[in-house]
């Protein structure tokens, strides 16, 4: 049975997939309260790709993980469709990772007990409409290598099946945190253009965050991100070719 | 099978030595259980069998001498099905080649073949042939420790004649499992044998044509035993009759049933302890070994998997492991259990074993434990996957270590960076050290109370007869005689000191309070037989009138000093008197009640007489002395001491070294799992930190020695605590292991907590060697690119 997002989907009635109001985040470590997050709107359109550039400690990652109902904000306002997120509870947020958010991490956060395909079958069999694993690893350029053990494989194709298993499930959302963080400029290349097309193919709405400032060319929108508050927000007129970014 | 299921077999297998370690300790608690619960399911199935395919009586009863006709009126009694006369008596034998007198149970059966009850198993040779007087069947133990074979002979001093008897065949009865010569408190089958013989022989030979003096009647299904008890009472007393019992209280089957209620008692409180730590052991290594899985169930929760399913899947790992540690721990179990229950099936000659468990041991074993392993997992998982999945996946916060203060810091200062690592490790996690300090302690106790049973027997067997009994041997006659007889033992050869003693059966009652026993008379002065108060260590005198009472025969009657005993005596003339009680004593064996031997000769009416002689014996002429008791007349029974305290060790020792060997084993089994677990998730959980070090140029060993010298240390502390908890487990088995027979006395000997700790440090050492080598092969460059 189809749910109601992919309906929606369907339908295509929106074009701002997600929208943030006043988010504020604030974290207590002892006596100390860290605001992570001061006052944020943040929106998420159709197709979009976004990169949140900002250095490190700046609330991009807390941003991120807001967006994807991995935490929930202390304040302010976040709506998927028409689902309210700051105020969903725990089986709700679950729902929402479980049906929209497909999410990479910097770590790949690989289980090395899986194979390649296996890790991104651990996806699939709970989504709704996923992609048959092999093609999701095909799509990433690791056809070949599905029966990999992680410890088999190098980082950039460790990413890349991190990546395959974000994307299999065909989300509307996918969240990258520091994706080419761990790896050198040439496999992070790699791992980017699985991104971008990825986005392009399938259309699904990408957050990507980064402290590398080389990396914004290839989104649609850069937004910078310091001390817990946007900056600005820059709108690139064309994407930068993968390939021509260098770092 | 879903993908998160083949994590689960993978991780799994990655994880099996950890895996292994949990099921063998769920495996100990199991075994434990199931050994004890279907050892006692198989004794009471096999006694039960036994007695009904032998037809064992429901009644047994003795006379002096009853004619034939009073047996036609008992068996017209109501509820009696049918009735079987014989003639019992003791008699010395006099075996070739054995200096000490034996004494034999002479039992009539009839010539032509099995009597109505109480039939026999023949276990070799045949049937007594009519007409042959001088052929007997003897009991098998009896036999094999003679090494008696058909045609073999012997000697019975029977009514005053020299009777040379031939074998021609060995049986077990289950009158005679536990085969109990008079006076002894173990079965002991070199000194103590049942000889049948045809009833014609006996009749001629004790005078009794026509005429019984051993009764033993089956009741019809639902017959009111108490009420045939009195009516054969009745019918028996003008002739003599010695009060009738039921089966509950037929001397062997008491024991039996005795044995059995302990091996109840054991199989309830020791597997129960035993379970009890296995649970909590389980579920301290679980609740560690889920926490380091943090991460990959925050990743899990990202991706949308639901608390329920996330729960379900670590639910399905410990379930695992709690399955394979029932199979494991059911199937040594049941296999310990049929060797335990035909070692006892051996002890008691049973001539058929029935071991066929029910499933109820086993489903209990298997309920407590998944119960257990599922408490301690939902724990551990809720804690992991109650955090925000982001804060899951990050590594946990570095904990905060603390300067301690500064005493404290300077004995820190003392300890190199190691050891210091190590201390503060412990400091700073109190409560996980807390739980590995119980596991092992645990572990080390039930090791103390596993091998204490021999310092208890041998406490026990010191107390008693030494303690309480001074004599070397006591002779029982086959009357009562008069006490001029004493003068008789004295002067026989070797005998340094001569004392009587009467044992006269009766019924104690204070309102509805009730026991059926006997008063024990000895002489005001006595030196051999005194009354020992174990509780004080001191000998009490014999009061002048009055009872002095074992406290446990005073609680079950609810008395205490200066209150008044109802005493019905089954002898002689069945005086009924009301008693005082003027002395309480604390007992290891039995709950006597004592009193002043001619007070008690004039209560039944009788002139000074004696049943017994406690003998004072010089060792140098013991052989003099046998030779002399043989041929002595009216003797029915020589206990001697030394080998009642022989074969209370045989048979008491071998069981004990077998079953203790088994405790030691599993609690050794518990101690290993704690530890290797311990050091075991140590080191996932610092394999980072232990890498860096290394990188840092410190060797393998001195890494080892971190990650193990906490572990260590704990041990260290774990020991002393765990022999102090092994004392008050002692203690509490010996409170809950009182019985009428017995009571235990809680001794722990030095070496037994020497041996306790010597094991548990071996199952350490092997469980550290096991991890030192993991230390060893820790691929530094792998554990620090990589975030598990």
């Known amino acids: 049975m189809p749910s109601d997002a992919s309906v929606q989907k369907e339908t ?236 | 099978m879903t993908t998160l299921d083949r994590k689960l077999w993978r991780e799994l297998w990655h994880l099996r030595g950890q895996a292994l370690a949990v099921a063998v300790v769920i495996a100990s608690g199991v075994a434990m259980l199931v050994m004890s619960m279907s050892t006692v399911e198989a004794l009471d199935d096999t006694t039960r069998a036994y007695y009904q395919r032998n037809r064992f009586g429901d009644v047994f009863a003795f006379a002096v001498r009853a004619p034939e006709t009073v047996a036609r009126r008992i068996a017209e009694l109501p509820g009696v099905q049918s009735v079987d006369v014989r003639i019992g008596k003791y008699a010395t034998l006099d075996i070739d080649g054995l200096a000490e007198p034996v004494i034999g149970r002479l039992q009539s059966i009839p010539e032509d073949g099995q009597p109505p009850l109480n039939r026999l198993t023949l276990r070799s040779g045949r049937w007594l042939e009519p007409g042959r007087r001088d052929e007997v069947i003897i009991n098998e133990p009896f036999a094999e420790a003679h090494g008696m074979v058909e045609g073999a002979q012997f000697s019975a001093l029977i009514n005053g004649h020299y009777r040379r008897l031939t074998v021609v065949g060995t049986a077990l009865s289950p009158e005679f499992v536990y085969a109990l010569g008079p006076g002894a408190l173990m079965p002991d089958d070199k000194r103590f044998g049942i000889v049948w013989m045809s009833r014609q022989a006996l009749e001629s030979a004790y005078d009794l044509e026509g005429a019984f003096n051993d009764l033993s009647v089956s009741l019809l299904r639902g017959a009111a035993v108490d009420a045939v008890l009195r009516d054969i009472d009745t019918l028996l007393e003008p002739y003599g009759g010695f009060r009738a019992v039921a089966r509950a209280d037929q001397l062997s089957n008491w024991f039996v049933m005795n044995e059995i209620a302990q091996q109840r008692t054991m199989s309830t409180i020791l597997p129960t302890i035993f379970l009890a730590v296995a649970a909590f052991l389980t579920y301290m290594v679980l609740t560690r070994l889920i926490a380091t899985e943090r991460s990959e169930i925050g990743l899990l929760k990202a991706f949308g998997y639901t608390h329920w399913e996330i729960s379900w899947h670590y639910m399905k790992l410990v379930l695992v492991i709690a399955v394979a540690g029932i199979l494991l721990g059911s199937v040594l179990g049941a296999m310990f259990g049929l060797d335990n229950t035909r070692r006892y099936a051996d002890f008691f000659r049973f001539p058929l074993l029935i071991y066929r468990p029910s499933a109820n041991a086993f489903l209990l074993a298997a309920l407590v434990s998944v119960a257990t392993t599922v408490a301690g997992a939902v724990g551990a998982v809720r804690r992991a996957a109650s955090l925000p999945p982001a804060e899951a996946m990050r590594p946990p916060q570095p904990v905060i270590y603390r300067h301690t203060d500064s005493g404290r810091r300077q004995l820190l200062a003392l300890v190199d960076q190691p050891t210091r690592i190590a201390l503060r490790q412990i400091g700073r996690w109190p409560l996980r050290a807390f739980f590995t300090v119980a596991g092992i302690s645990m572990s080390v106790a039930l090791l103390v109370v596993g091998l204490q049973w021999s310092d208890m027997i041998d406490e026990m067997a010191e107390r008693y007869f030494f303690d309480a009994q001074r004599q070397h041997a006591m002779i029982g006659l086959s009357e009562a005689q008069a006490m001029t007889a004493l003068q008789d033992f004295k002067h026989l050869p070797g005998v340094i000191a001569a004392e009587p003693l009467r044992f006269v059966s009766a019924d104690f009652h204070v309102g509805t309070r009730r026991h059926r026993g006997a008063i024990n008379g000895v002489p005001a002065d006595t030196v051999l037989q005194p009354i020992h108060d174990e509780a004080t260590g001191h000998d009490l005198p014999v009061p002048q009138d009055g009872l002095a009472m074992a406290t446990r025969l005073a609680q079950k009657l609810d008395v205490g000093v200066g209150d008044m005993v109802w005493v019905d005596i089954q002898q002689g003339q069945r005086p009924s008197v009301q008693l005082p009680v003027t002395t309480l004593f604390e007992t290891m064996i039995a709950m006597p009640a004592v009193m002043d031997l001619q007070a008690l000769n004039r209560l039944l009416k009788e002139r000074p007489s004696l049943e017994y002689a406690n003998l004072l014996i010089d060792k140098r002429a013991e052989g003099e002395l046998f030779r002399a008791l043989k041929s002595m007349p009216g003797i029915g029974a020589v206990m001697i001491k030394q080998a009642a305290l022989d074969s209370f060790h045989d048979t008491i020792g071998e069981q004990m070294l077998i079953y203790t060997g088994i405790f030691a084993m599993f609690a050794g089994a518990l101690g290993f799992g704690v530890v290797y677990n311990s050091a075991r998730i140590a080191l996932s959980e610092r394999g980072r930190e232990l890498a860096t070090l290394r990188v840092l140029g410190f060797t393998r060993g001195e890494i080892s020695y971190i990650l193990l010298a906490e572990v260590g240390l704990l041990i260290v502390a774990a020991l002393p605590l765990g022999c102090l908890a092994g004392r008050g487990l002692t203690l509490m088995i010996a409170h809950l292991f009182d019985t009428e027979l017995f009571r235990i006395p809680a001794t722990v000997q030095p070496s037994t907590y020497g041996m306790a700790v010597l094991l548990t440090l071996l199952a350490t050492v092997t469980s550290i060697a096991l991890v030192r080598r993991r230390v060893d092969q820790l691929d530094l460059i792998r554990v620090l690119k990589t975030r598990e």
């Open chain 1, 12 to 247: 295509g009635s929106a074009s701002q997939t997600l929208v943030a109001r006043h988010l504020s985040k604030t974290y207590r470590s002892g006596d100390v309260e860290v605001h992570a997050l001061q006052g944020v709107d943040f929106e998420l359109n159709k197709n979009e790709l976004v990169v949140l550039l900002g250095p490190s400690g700046s609330g991009k990652s807390t941003l991120l993980n807001i967006i994807g109902g991995l935490d929930t904000p202390t304040s302010g306002d976040i709506r998927f469709r028409d689902h309210n997120l700051s105020s969903a509870d725990e089986a709700e947020l679950t729902r929402f990772r479980r049906e929209h958010v497909g999410f990479v991490f910097q770590f790949y956060n690989l289980i090395p007990s899986l194979t390649a395909r296996e890790n991104v079958a651990l996806v699939t069999e709970i989504a709704p409409h996923p992609l048959d694993p092999a093609e999701a690893l095909s799509l990433v350029g690791l056809g070949k290598r599905l029966d990999h053990f992680p410890a088999q494989l190098s980082g950039g194709e460790q990413q890349r099946v991190a990546i395959a298993r974000a994307i299999a499930k065909q989300p509307e959302i996918l969240l990258c945190d520091e994706p080419t963080g761990a790896l050198d400029s040439r496999t992070g290349v790699l791992v980017l253009e699985a991104i971008e097309r990825v986005n392009r193919e399938l259309g699904t709405s990408t957050a990507l965050i980064t402290h590398n400032t080389a990396i914004a060319g290839m989104a649609d929108r850069v937004v910078h991100i310091a001390d817990g508050r946007i900056e600005r927000t820059e709108r690139n007129l064309h994407r930068q070719p993968i390939h021509e970014l260098k770092w």
